[in-house]
């Protein structure tokens, strides 16, 4: 990978063995997606925030407790507002 004039044959065997690895790592090791509830729970660890600090930004506690735990559905406004919050697209919300 990390010869510079790789000859057209290195190439292709390096392309094959990508394209290996690849169908091996999807086979034996794929990532399911997560559900909306687990990336805010997952954004909200890694960034230190609690849910009181989400209240302004989806309603009431209790909503915002809902959402948390998977008991409630998110709103497109809901997810665009998460999405400018965290600065990540709000396709991860729905």
Do not use: W
Request: aromatic residues 6%; hydrophobic residues 40%.
């Amino acid at each position: 990978m990390a010869c510079k004039n790789r000859t057209p044959e290195q190439t292709a065997i390096l392309q094959l063995l990508v394209t290996l690895i690849e169908e091996f790592e999807n086979k034996n090791y794929s990532i399911e997606p997560s559900s909306p509830h687990a990336v805010i729970k997952h954004l909200m660890e890694a960034r230190g925030i609690k849910q009181s600090d989400l209240v302004g930004i989806m309603g009431s506690k209790g909503v915002v407790s809902d959402v948390v735990n998977g008991n409630r559905g998110i709103s497109k406004a809901q997810a665009k507002a998460l999405g400018e919050f965290f600065n990540v697209t709000p396709a991860l919300f729905i």
